[in-house]
């Protein structure tokens, strides 16, 4: 029998601003089909959901196929045995960032993203924040050393957005062209 790798991804959510981008992508998600989605948020993006989304994350799980808790360094995203396409950190805070950088595992976004790295996994970091002080800067050079791709929150204009819808569009659609999924959520340029 061939070995395939399973459809999975992983999807964590860190409290920077954005979450909007989380709730984009993982309906996008839902879209790909035959997609199995982790889903572990840390506290930081709990507090921060509460601003953004004026619903408590919690209601974002019904998107994913299995939550995580954050604090379950044991769960199954946790090893590197666990197969994967990929994880993706959106929106990344400057401190998951950072402890990403520097292999620090803490939680379950943490070690699940060190597992990707380890692995030599497609590991996407989504950060936001302006402007970024130099130890930010500084973890971002270390990720991307480490393997880690750092597509910060700033989608482009000249695809002349007319709503939130079409920003998010623009960040979802590179997250899941790094991640080998196949999804037609923006346009390209020169594709109409
Ligand atoms: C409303 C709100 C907005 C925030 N926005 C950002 C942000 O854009 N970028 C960032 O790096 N941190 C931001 N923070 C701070 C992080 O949430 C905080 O540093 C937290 O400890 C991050 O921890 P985590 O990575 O475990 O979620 C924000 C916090 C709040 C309450």
């Not at 939550?67 to 401190?95: E, K, Q, W, Y």
Request: proline residues 7%; charged residues 20%; neutral net charge.
């Amino acid at each position: 029998m061939p070995h395939t790798v399973p459809r999975r991804v992983v999807v964590g959510i860190s409290g920077a601003s954005g979450i909007p981008y989380a709730k984009d992508l993982l309906e996008s998600l839902r879209l790909c089909g035959d997609l199995e989605v982790h889903l572990v948020a840390t506290e930081g993006a709990r507090r921060v959901a509460a601003d953004e989304l004026g619903i408590p994350l919690d209601e974002l799980a019904g998107l994913a196929d299995v939550v995580h808790a954050n604090r379950d360094v044991g769960a199954s995203i946790a090893s590197g045995s666990f197969r994967t396409l990929g994880m993706v950190v959106v929106p990344c805070s400057a401190t998951t960032l950072s402890k990403v950088a520097y292999g620090v595992c803490d939680n379950l976004v943490t070690r699940a993203a060190y597992v990707h790295l380890k692995e030599r996994r497609p590991l996407v970091l989504v950060p936001r924040e302006a402007p970024l002080p130099l130890p930010t800067l500084e973890a971002m050079v270390k990720a991307a050393q480490a393997g880690a791709t750092i597509l910060p929150a700033s989608p482009g204009f000249y695809s002349r957005p007319k709503s939130i819808d079409d920003l998010l569009g623009f960040v979802t659609q590179r997250i899941l062209d790094l991640l080998g999924l196949v999804l037609d959520r923006s346009p390209r340029w020169k594709e109409g």
